[in-house]
């Protein structure tokens, strides 16, 4: 069988199948079950393709990614991540579009609490946007800078998609996880900038107001008791394994233990907030857990099928520099961040692209930064990004999709500086990792 014979036999009812509407975890085992047929026969295809199904996904590597999305469902369902956000509020005070620059700093603090792109912008947009539409805020600063924010949770320490692609590219996760600081950070900073530029050229797009002045007293006490404590949690996640105290699995345990702990401390932990945390973490874990199964297998064909050398072959004999070819990669990411998720796209994806970024010498960590910080465009991304649904949910009536698509683009440009900025600066995301572990 030709290499091209097995692209078609997987690509084809693939894409099909997702057009059809098709969950994504249910398209990956259809389609690799199929193709298990016709590669290697009946019924030992099957047979072997249920086997490494199991075995992709019963591995410790993994263990973070229902921890980190337990952390984030605690949080969300208990109201703690309310608390925090109505604290910050409280303590900025009257600044410029005060609003739309809490956004951007809420988008970070839950990016280090939870990893939850989803949780954070249905949070950020429920809870702001109707604030900022009261104040007379425009579009472009009230749902930008939220579902910009939103995605920082994908960037920043800790991030389940960043364990997620360690685990399927065998990037060490450690070091992914903290190479994506300083980026995330710099894409905050970079909204920050754009917001404040925009207001500065036009105050109507974000009109100043009245806020009652709270004393540096009571600014204290809110950052001691409502911001503090969840520097805990930051520290039993990130701090303890960068000190090299806890390995990135054990890590998320203590996040997760000390997320519940601090959630009782607040007087905010119930049974029915555990109950509905734990459906919550549950479901999305599930379905997660099988693309990346599928995700697996789909791999593993590709190799036997020989498309990924083919691929490789063709790509590197193309004779373009490695900088083109890594600009091919982000195209095509950029391109499917149109129509897809971010887990089915890394899915599909890595399998082909990490073997060319190691046959041009990248370094993995630097190229999975990369990768990510793409991915992250794309759940903001016209038509179909994640980001722009879950806000189209949350925002109010009379919201439009060409609202959505106009306020993000800004915000998708500032992401486009940061990934060349990585680019060209490759120790914004190597700097960290070798300083902390080595």
């Not at 997760?256 to 049974?271: D, K, P, Q, W």
């Not at 874990?285 to 050398?309: D, E, H, K």
Request: proline share 7%; glycine share 10%.
């Amino acid at each position: 069988m030709q290499w091209y014979h097995g692209a078609l036999v997987m690509g084809v009812p693939f894409i099909v199948l997702l057009a059809l509407g098709l969950p994504v975890a249910f398209t990956f085992i259809f389609v690799m079950l199929a193709a298990s047929i016709v590669f290697i026969g009946s019924p030992i295809g099957p047979y072997m393709t249920v086997l490494s199904l199991f075995d992709s996904i019963a591995i410790f590597t993994l263990a973070p990614v229902p921890l980190f999305v337990f952390m984030g469902e605690v949080m969300l369902v208990s109201g703690l991540a309310m608390k925090s956000l109505d604290a910050l509020s409280k303590i900025v005070g009257r600044i410029p579009a005060r609003l739309s620059l809490l956004a951007t700093g809420g988008g970070a603090l839950f990016g280090l609490l939870s990893g939850s792109t989803m949780a954070s912008t249905a949070l950020l947009g429920s809870t702001l946007v109707p604030e900022m539409t009261k104040r007379g805020y425009s579009k472009a600063l009230s749902l930008g800078p939220i579902l910009a924010s939103g995605g920082l949770a994908m960037i920043i320490p800790p991030s389940s998609l960043a364990i997620i692609y360690g685990t399927t590219a065998e990037v060490p996760i450690g070091r992914l996880l903290v190479a994506g600081a300083i980026p995330g950070f710099i894409m905050a900073f970079n909204y920050s900038v754009q917001v404040l530029l925009r207001v500065k050229l036009n105050p109507s797009l974000a009109p100043p107001y009245e806020v009652t002045p709270i004393p540096a007293k009571e600014k204290l006490r809110l950052f001691v008791a409502d911001l503090m404590p969840l520097s805990i949690i930051v520290f039993l996640v990130t701090g303890v394994f960068i000190l090299g105290m806890a390995t990135p699995t054990e890590a998320a345990a203590l996040g997760a233990f000390g997320t519940v702990v601090v959630t009782a401390c607040y007087g905010r932990l119930s049974r029915q907030v555990m109950v509905d945390a734990l459906k919550g973490t549950v479901t999305i874990s599930a379905m997660t857990l099988l693309i990346i199964g599928g995700s697996q297998i789909f791999s593993q064909l590709l190799g036997y099928s020989g498309v990924t050398r083919t691929i490789t072959t063709y790509a590197v004999g193309l004779n373009l520099p490695p900088l083109g070819l890594l600009f091919i990669m982000i195209l095509v990411v950029l391109f499917l961040g149109c129509f897809m998720e971010s887990v089915p796209i890394m899915m599909v994806t890595t399998p082909i692209f990490v073997p060319v970024a190691r046959h041009l010498g990248f370094d993995p960590v630097w190229f999975g930064v990369i990768m990510l910080i793409s991915l992250q465009i794309g759940l903001t991304t016209p038509p179909f990004g994640l980001l722009l649904f879950v806000m189209k949910g949350v925002a109010p009536l009379g919201t439009t999709m060409r609202d959505l698509y106009s306020s993000a683009l800004p915000f998708l440009l500032c992401d486009a500086i940061t990934i060349l900025l990585v680019i060209a600066f490759p120790m914004l995301a190597l700097w960290l990792p070798r300083l902390l572990l080595g």
